[in-house]
C-alpha cells in the first residue's frame, strides 16, 4: 500500500474493504494478548531443577553457612556468576534478591536521599533536579523518577544507542542533569544495542556532567540472544576504567529472565566508592540477602558453559515468536512508509512506530478486535509520546499461533489507520 500516490477513490476502496476485514475479525471475538514482558510457561520450566537442587547441602565451597544472617554483598559464588552475567570482575559485584528493579530503587534514593559519596553529595540538596531518558524506554525506570520528581528529559534513541550529540549537548548545558538511563542491549523496547562509540560517549560524559552525575546502565538482556551471532555490546566498566570515570555508571543485571522471574538473583556492578556509598544505606534496610537463594542459583550454573546451553534453550522457544512478528511486519510494511522498526537479535521487545498521531487509535482499534496491546505513550516519561507512534509488542508469552493471529490483526489496524488518516487529511 503506498498512500502518498493514491488516489481518493483508491484510498476509499481500501479503507471500504479494510473495514469489512476488521468488522469480520471483530466478530470473531477473539482474545490475544501482546502485552506481557515475561518468559512464558515452556521458558519457566527450564529452570524447575533449581527446586531441590541443594538436597539439604546448604554450605558454600567458600564455607558461608547460607542459612544464617549475614553477607550484604551477596555470597563469592553468586558475585561470580554476576561476573559471567556481566562481564565485571567478581570484586566490583554485589549479589542481591530477587530483583534488579529494586537495586536500581534503593541506588536511586540513595544518591537522592542520603547520597552515594556522602552526606552532602544527596542529589535532594540541589532543586530541580533532571535525569536524561533515552526514549522510547522501560516506563519503570520512569516511574521511579517520576516518585522522586525527579524530571526526565527526552532523549531520541537511534538504531546504534541514544542520540549522544542531544546527550552531551543537554548535559554540558544543565548541571542539574544527575544522570541517564541506559538499556544497553536489546534495549526495552527497541531492541537497539548501543554501539562501541555510544559506549565509550557515554563513560565519558562524567567529565562534561555536574558533580555526582551516575549512569542507570541496566543491562537485563545481557545475554538474552536469538542468534549465534549475536551483537556484542562493549564493556562499560572497562570504557570508564579508560576514561578515569569507573564511579559514574551504576551496572545492574540479574536472572529474572533466565531463571525464575520473580524469584531470582540481582546484581549491581560499581566502583568501590559506589559499593561502599551503597552499602552503609543498604545495612541499615538488610542484614543481608537471600544466599540460600544465591546458591541454587550457583549450583544451577555450576558447569562452565551451563548458563549459555541454557540461554540457547531460552533462544529456541522464543525465536519462532519474534520471527513470526518481524514476518508480518516485512510482508506489511517492508516496501512502504506506515511503520518502522528495528529488528531485535534478542531481548523481550519489538518496538514499532506508526506514522505521526496514529499509536493511541491502533491500540484502541486492536483492542476492539480482541488484541491486547501495551496502551501507547507507556514507553515514555510521563506516559507522554510526543508523536504519539510508539507500539510495543511483546512476543514471549502467547504461543507462535496467538503471536501469528495477533499480529494479522495488528498490520491490518495499522493500515486502517492510516487510510482512515490519509482520507482524513
Ligand atoms: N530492566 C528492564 C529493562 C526490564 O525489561 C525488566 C523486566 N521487564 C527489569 C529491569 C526487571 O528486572 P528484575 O526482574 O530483575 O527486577
Redesign the pocket.
Given at each position: 500500500m503506498q498512500l502518498a500516490n493514491a488516489s481518493r477513490e483508491q484510498l476509499q476502496q481500501w479503507e471500504q474493504a479494510l473495514s469489512a476485514e476488521y468488522n469480520a475479525i471483530k466478530a470473531e471475538g477473539l482474545n490475544l494478548d501482546l502485552t506481557r514482558?515475561?518468559p512464558s510457561a515452556e521458558q519457566l520450566s527450564l529452570s524447575d531443577a533449581l527446586d531441590g537442587i541443594l538436597q539439604h547441602n546448604y554450605i558454600t565451597d567458600s564455607g558461608i553457612d547460607t542459612r544464617n544472617y549475614g553477607g550484604l554483598e551477596g555470597t563469592p559464588e553468586a558475585r561470580a556468576l554476576g561476573e559471567q552475567l556481566m562481564g565485571v570482575p567478581a570484586a566490583q559485584i554485589m549479589a542481591g534478591g530477587?530483583?534488579?528493579?529494586?537495586?536500581?530503587y534503593q541506588l536511586m534514593t540513595t544518591a537522592f536521599f542520603f547520597g552515594l559519596e556522602g552526606a552532602d553529595s544527596a542529589w535532594n540538596k540541589e532543586e530541580g533536579i533532571k535525569f536524561l531518558c533515552p526514549v522510547p524506554g522501560?516506563d519503570?525506570?520512569f516511574s521511579i523518577c517520576e516518585q522522586l520528581g525527579i524530571e526526565m528529559v527526552n532523549i531520541p534513541m537511534t538504531s546504534n544507542g541514544p542520540d549522544m550529540d542531544a546527550a552531551e549537548a543537554l548535559i554540558k548545558a544543565d548541571s542539574s542533569i544527575k544522570g541517564m538511563w541506559c538499556?544497553p542491549k536489546y534495549s526495552?523496547p527497541t531492541g537497539v544495542v548501543y554501539s562501541k562509540d555510544v559506549v565509550k560517549r557515554i563513560a565519558n560524559l562524567a567529565k562534561i556532567a555536574g558533580k555526582g552525575f551516575r549512569v542507570f546502565w541496566?543491562n537485563?538482556?545481557a545475554i538474552h540472544d536469538l542468534s549465534e551471532n549475536a551483537p556484542q555490546l562493549a564493556s562499560i566498566w572497562e570504557a570508564t576504567k579508560a576514561a578515569g570515570t569507573t564511579d559514574s555508571v551504576l551496572q545492574?543485571?540479574?536472572t529474572?529472565?533466565i531463571t525464575h522471574?520473580?524469584a531470582?538473583v540481582?546484581f549491581l556492578a560499581a566502583s568501590d566508592a559506589n559499593l561502599n556509598g551503597f552499602k552503609k544505606v543498604l545495612g541499615i534496610q538488610t542484614i543481608g540477602p537471600d544466599k540460600i537463594n544465591q546458591l541454587r542459583h550457583a549450583k544451577f550454573f555450576a558447569v562452565p558453559g551451563s548458563l549459555n546451553a541454557h540461554m540457547q534453550k531460552h533462544a529456541e522457544i522464543i525465536k519462532p515468536r519474534f520471527e513470526s512478528v518481524l514476518k508480518h511486519l516485512e510482508e506489511a510494511f517492508g516496501d512502504n512508509a506506515l511503520g518502522q522498526w528495528e529488528s531485535a537479535d534478542g531481548g523481550?521487545f519489538i518496538s514499532f512506530d506508526t506514522q505521526e498521531g496514529l499509536a493511541k487509535k491502533v491500540v484502541a482499534l486492536a483492542g476492539q478486535a480482541g488484541v491486547k496491546l501495551t496502551p501507547a505513550g507507556a514507553t515514555f516519561p510521563y506516559g507522554k509520546d510526543p508523536q504519539d507512534s510508539n507500539i510495543r509488542i511483546a512476543p514471549t508469552v502467547p504461543s507462535v499461533e496467538q503471536v501469528d493471529a495477533a499480529m494479522k490483526v495488528f498490520v491490518l489496524c495499522v493500515k486502517l489507520a492510516s487510510v482512515q488518516k490519509a482520507l482524513a487529511a
Open positions: 514482558g515475561k530477587n530483583s534488579s528493579l529494586t537495586l536500581m522501560y519503570r525506570h538499556v526495552n541496566d537485563a538482556y545492574f543485571a540479574s529474572s529472565k522471574a520473580g531470582g540481582a523481550y
